[in-house]
């Protein structure tokens, strides 16, 4: 017979196996419930060859097209002025009159010099025709007629050099030089700088290691370049707006910057309205040639895992995702230029990727999220 005092704890057991008994029930639908839950809906584009014009953007600095420094050929003082401070000046336009009194003495002297010597030697020429004097005699006279003619040109050309002309076309600097200042033959300090700035050059900088990829990439056939080694350069000036002409490339140097790994490239520029000024920092978009097979993805489609490697989730045809890894070579506008890991017609999500897990199903869509644009310039990664 059972004691009532080991009744309460009949009852405790009891109760104890019945909630373990509805638990173990109540845990049976969680899996069913879990498959029943629906595929997530994702944007997906697909990739498409197509051809691509490629360009760089590089660093520029504007250079002159022409420089000349206008410096005194004679000693004298300075008379007058005879331009506009930050003008135009053409070419041959007298710039300074230096005090030529000096110099047309001497003009004067080598004239008369000149007139005697030229007298002298005509009247020689008839002498030694009749033997009146001798051969050597009239052959002195040439020699002095030919020495005055001499000292009478270059009495002409300091008599010349007092008015200080232009040697160039183009925009003059401020006078460094005054009325009543004295100027002599040599000096180091110019007087003016006379700039030409049409047209006007950009020199360009571009790493080594970016000619090399070109070239081995026109090399390979993945680029064709032009036939007429004719390179087109746009500019992007400093305040970001377009610069409405366009230039050509002109020069390559041909020895590598030891310091900085990097090769000088010059274009000529049109700059009829001067808005090209030297020494301004531009932007160069440089075309390299067309690639003519190139696939392009959206930038918001790639990822990049933990080591730095940039990943897309690809969809396959029974509608799972899963992660590739892929090469990428450069931006072109708002996408990727992809060099190795996608192929035309493969689908990348761009649109509801941190629901996605490898291999899970998933409801495709074409993605709202991408407009592809390829018109602006190309970085290297």
């Known amino acids: 017979m059972i004691s009532n005092k080991h009744l309460p704890d009949s009852r405790l057991l009891a109760l104890l196996l019945t909630s373990i008994f509805v638990l173990s029930g109540c845990s049976d639908p969680a899996p069913q419930q879990q498959n029943q839950r629906p595929a997530p809906q994702v944007g997906v584009y697909e990739v498409e060859e197509q051809p691509l014009a490629l360009s760089s953007a590089l660093p520029g600095r504007t250079r002159a097209w022409r420089t000349a420094e206008v410096r ?5 003082i300075i008379e007058e002025r005879l331009f506009v401070e930050g003008s135009v000046v053409d070419e041959g336009s007298v710039l300074y009159q230096i005090d030529d009194a000096p110099y047309r003495a001497a003009l004067a002297r080598a004239n008369a010099s000149l007139t005697n010597a030229r007298n002298l030697a005509k009247r020689y020429e008839n002498l030694v025709g009749t033997r009146s004097i001798s051969q050597q005699q009239y052959d002195d006279a040439l020699a002095a007629l030919r020495s005055a003619e001499a000292e009478y040109e270059a009495a002409s050309i300091n008599m010349n050099y007092t008015r200080v002309k232009a040697p160039i076309t183009g925009k003059i600097s401020r006078s460094r030089v005054s009325e009543g200042a004295l100027v002599t033959s040599g000096q180091q300090q110019e007087m003016a700088t006379i700039t030409q700035l049409d047209p006007i050059y950009v020199d360009i900088v571009q790493p080594v290691t970016r000619l090399l990829d070109l070239q081995s990439a026109i090399e390979a056939g993945l680029i064709e370049a032009d036939e007429n080694d004719v390179v087109e350069v746009s500019l992007v000036l400093e305040n970001g707006q377009d610069y409405p002409h366009t ?11 030891e310091g900085t790994g990097s090769v000088t490239l010059r274009a000529e520029f049109p700059n009829p309205d001067g808005k090209l000024l030297p020494g301004m920092f531009v932007r160069a978009l440089v075309e390299e040639g067309t690639r003519p ?20 989730w690809v ?12 090469e990428t070579e450069r931006t072109v506008g708002n996408a990727w230029l992809v060099q190795k890991g996608l192929q035309a017609g493969e689908q990348v999500v761009t649109e509801g990727v941190q629901r996605l897990a490898p291999g899970i199903p998933v409801q495709p869509a074409p993605a709202a999220n991408v407009d592809l644009k390829t018109e602006f310039a190309t970085q290297a990664e």
């Open 315 to 326: 969809l396959a045809e029974d509608n799972t995702v899963s992660v590739r890894q892929i």
């Open 293 to 312: 097979n190139a696939i392009l993805v959206p930038q918001q489609a790639v990822s990049r895992d933990t080591r730095g490697v940039p990943t897309v």
């Open 247 to 257: 230039g050509l490339l002109k020069f390559s140097e041909v020895v590598v910057d």
């Open 72 to 76: 005194p050929q004679v000693n004298g």
